[in-house]
């Protein structure tokens, strides 16, 4: 400021003393120290507006090298997620297919073994259960699951049993008129006039002939000894 100010002042004494005179003055070692500084406030300023816009485009690198960073951050990021939830899918995928097969192995097997009960029942042959006592309740066969065969009746049952175990059976008559005199070598009569042999049928003694009472599957069939025409066994007629 001050040199502007000699400046001035001297441009005025100019106006005074004459154009020709600008040289001698222009010489004079104020007037180049005083250009010489404003050459050097000129430089300066430029310096210092260089510096200033060095420094904003180094900040605005810097910036933009932060952006950079924070992009590949934030990119990083989002492929670590994708990566995951991709991974989270697959393992997702694996699980069901799994789940799939097991389910595909099992339902074989399950059919398999439900149809395999199915053809047992349908191939099963039905069965009855026999047994015999002799006088007293002595056992003479013990109680046991026998084949039905369609068509049987009690006595067909007493006769394919006695065979099959070996024991002694007798018998006289046929159907309506069939009547068993003895099994296990033990006959009518033998302990007395009102012993022999007698059958019951679930619980029940029938008043017919074995030779013509069909047997159904389940039925319990036992063949009895009395003493007294069925009242010592509970037979009531």
């Known amino acids: 400021m001050t040199r502007r100010i000699s400046i001035f002042l001297i441009a005025i004494g100019l106006l005074f003393v004459g154009a020709g005179s600008w040289e001698a003055l222009a010489s004079s070692p104020l007037v180049e120290e005083t250009l010489a500084g404003d050459e050097k406030d000129v430089k300066r300023s430029g310096q210092s507006e260089l510096s200033s816009n060095q420094i904003e485009n180094q900040s605005e690198k810097e910036n933009v090298s932060a952006d950079d960073n924070n992009t590949e951050t934030s990119y990083s990021s989002e492929m670590k997620v994708k990566a995951t939830s991709t991974e989270v899918q697959t393992e997702n995928a694996i699980t069901k297919k799994d789940e799939r097969r097991t389910i595909t192995r099992t339902a074989p097997s399950n ?5 395999a009960e199915r053809a047992k029942k349908e ?5 009855a259960t026999f047994s015999i006592h002799g006088s007293g309740g002595q056992t003479v066969l013990s109680a046991r699951a026998v084949t039905l065969v369609e068509g049987d009746t009690v006595f067909d ?12 059976m007798e018998y006289r008559g046929w159907a ?8 296990d070598n033990l006959y009518e009569f033998d302990e007395g006039p009102e012993s022999g042999w007698m059958y019951r049928v679930n619980g029940v003694f029938p008043n017919k002939s074995a030779g013509i009472y069909d047997v159904d599957e389940g ?19």
């Open 219 to 237: 039925d319990v069939i036992e063949w009895l000894y009395t003493r007294d025409l069925g009242r010592d066994i509970g037979a009531e007629f």
């Open 176 to 183: 309506h008129t069939l009547y068993v005199e003895g099994i």
């Open 111 to 115: 059919s398999s073994s439900q149809q």
């Open 123 to 127: 191939n099963a042959q039905p069965t």
């Open 157 to 168: 049952v007493l006769q394919r049993a006695t065979q099959a175990t070996g024991v002694q």
